[in-house]
């Protein structure tokens, strides 16, 4: 009986006793060794495709989705790629002077010098709850000195990563710890952060009526009677100051008559207060819509940025702030902040504190800064009027008097999307779709070139 072979898995076996085999050195030997090769190779892919699972990661695109890019850095990396020597930067919310450059607050430079020179600094942890000469000092500024909540110790403080990180903490407190309607109610339109920063942490968010297209101003009665609606104990946030994106704020007497309607509700107030001293210049002004809130003995929360007034956008310098009814809550409520606090981040950065904190508890520093503060708020107040009065120099089709009615960073000009991008495209202007102008973009070497833009635009797109 012939003897037999076990048969390969990579390639056939010839048998040597074959009579018919060419001779090695024949071209045919050579085409055959090739081909067995190839199929040798062809058979080792099949069998590795068939073992191999269909996908190499558990993140499939089904699993994790492609998100769309940040609205507002995909507009700072289009301007970026922009050759033209004529592009305007109206994006991105950071103070410029009138170089179109950023502005390092000659404050901020003295007190980095202090710290630089300061032969006890080191690079240690901060305490969980932030550096306490720095939170102390920064619920001062919202609340005053003198304010009945400081003195009769209701109020506790922690430091965070900016104002989005106070915004992050609040609405983690919130969503771990507040017994009323969880429902978060924003104006419409907010900061498009907010709607993530709830959302995050299961908050449902309601838009509340705010911006009118019609007066480019409060539409205060739908702003009113949405709250009014609201179940009561409901989370209401409020922008303290230079409304984030519109430039539009309520009056004195709108403020009065929002603190009454919220007491009346037992509404829980949110406050985000991110431009106090950069809208009007004025520190306590700024701040004047919290303190009435807080005089009326409402329970209340605070997310506080030092980026636009300090210009420390990126060294993340906030302050989250708890307004309550009893020195024993407030102790109570700083116990589960810090763990909270501890379990993301463990501590808070040290830089950028430290440079507020220099500042806010020296008094010649802190009288320098409310200079630095009216520099960059008046130059601000200056670009709104020279925009407005070059449109109706110019005789743009439409009223302009909201552009100076509106007040701090931003302005909500009136532009449609159409428009927008036709500034865009033909202009080299870059704004957000809807119409929001950084006015720190404008300054005297490109509002002319600006406004003219605009005129051109609004003439030839409804």
């Not at 705010?210 to 104990?233: C, Q, R």
């Not at 949110?270 to 701040?287: E, M, P, R, T, V």
């Amino acid at each position: 009986m012939p003897t037999s072979h076990p048969t390969s898995h990579l390639a056939p076996v010839a048998n040597p006793n074959a009579t018919s085999s060419p001779s090695p050195s024949s071209p045919l030997s050579s085409t055959s060794s090739r081909s067995q090769q190839q199929t040798s190779i062809s058979r080792i892919r099949s069998i590795a495709n068939h073992m191999a699972a269909p996908s190499s990661t558990r993140f499939s695109a089904e699993a994790v989705p492609q998100a769309p890019e940040d609205p507002l850095y995909g507009l700072k990396r289009a301007f970026l790629a922009d050759p033209s020597p004529n592009k305007v930067d109206l994006g991105i919310g950071a103070y410029r002077d009138d170089n179109a450059k950023p502005w390092v607050l000659p404050v901020v430079k003295k007190a980095d010098d202090i710290l630089r020179n300061d032969p006890n600094l080191d690079h240690e942890y901060a305490p969980i709850a932030g550096i306490p000469t720095l939170t102390s000092k920064a619920i001062e500024l919202l609340l005053g000195a003198d304010s009945p909540a400081l003195k009769e110790k209701r109020t506790t403080s922690m430091q965070t990563i900016s104002g989005t990180g106070a915004c992050h903490v609040g609405a983690l407190f919130c969503a771990r710890f507040f017994r009323g309607n969880k429902t978060v109610y924003v104006s419409d339109p907010t900061w498009a952060n907010h709607n993530q920063i709830f959302s995050n942490v299961d908050l449902p968010v309601v838009k509340y009526p705010y911006f009118s297209k019609d007066t480019k101003g409060l539409n205060f009665a739908g702003m009113k009677a949405a709250i009014a609606d609201a179940p009561e104990e409901s989370i209401i946030l409020l922008h303290a100051c230079a409304h984030n994106p519109t430039g539009v704020d309520p009056t004195v007497e709108q403020w009065a008559e929002l603190a009454d309607l919220v007491a009346q509700k037992r509404h829980f107030p949110f406050f985000d207060c991110a431009y106090q001293g950069f809208a009007s210049g004025n520190l306590a002004k700024d701040a004047a819509a919290i303190r009435l809130f807080v005089e009326r003995g409402i329970e209340l929360i605070i997310a506080q940025s030092f980026a636009k007034n300090f210009g420390l956008y990126g060294e993340r310098a906030g302050c989250f702030h708890v307004v309550t009814d009893t020195p024993e809550t407030a102790t109570r409520v700083a116990s589960q902040l810090a763990i909270l606090q501890r379990s993301e981040i463990s501590s808070p950065p040290l830089y950028g504190a430290r440079i507020a904190s220099i500042v806010l508890n020296d008094p010649a520093l802190f009288a320098e800064w409310e200079d630095n503060l009216r520099e960059m708020s008046g130059r601000i107040i200056s670009m709104r009027t020279a925009l407005r009065a070059k449109l109706e120099e110019l005789g743009t089709p439409g009223t302009w008097n909201h552009i100076t009615d509106q007040i701090g960073m931003f302005s909500f000009t009136g532009l449609n999307e159409a428009q927008v991008l036709k500034l865009r495209e033909e202009a080299h202007v870059y704004m957000t779709k809807n119409g929001r102008i950084s006015m720190a973009g404008l300054n005297t070497k490109n509002i002319d070139y600006f406004a003219k833009a605009v005129d051109k635009v609004v003439r030839e797109v409804q």
